[in-house]
């Protein structure tokens, strides 16, 4: 049975950073695409980084890029979301995902649909 547990998130000041973790078990890591989601009350979850099971290649929504990184770590079964230079729309909860379909992450990862997914980490960005 796959299972995604996220854990990391918090309270940060504007221009700080924070590092996502998602703990997984009941599959191999780099055999599945993996994927973080943001989402706010009120709208669906969008991608915002994506990493490939295809070869690696990773990918974020324009939002992020150059603040966000997405790294897997296969011996501690864990996926990460390394998020600096936070601004206040950042806030909201955060989504690891999972799906063993090889995505193209570089591509526009809003959208992918991923099958499985964690409960949740709340990410709060404010003065």
């Known amino acids: 049975q796959l299972r995604l547990v996220e854990s990391g998130g918090g309270l940060v000041q504007p221009g700080g950073s924070l590092r996502l973790s998602c703990r997984v078990s009941?599959?191999?890591?780099?055999?599945?695409?993996m994927g973080w989601f943001h989402q706010i009350p009120g709208a669906e979850r969008g991608g915002v980084a994506c990493i490939s099971s295809m070869d690696g290649s990773t990918g974020y929504a324009d939002s992020v890029k150059g603040r966000f990184t997405i790294s897997r770590d296969s011996a501690k079964n864990t996926l990460y979301l390394q998020m600096n230079s936070l601004k206040p729309e950042d806030t909201g909860v955060y989504y690891c995902a999972a799906d063993p379909t090889p995505f193209d992450c570089t591509g526009n990862v809003r959208n992918l649909e991923f099958g499985s997914w964690g409960q949740g980490t709340q990410v709060t960005v404010s003065s």
């Open positions: 009941g599959f191999t890591l780099d055999a599945y695409s």
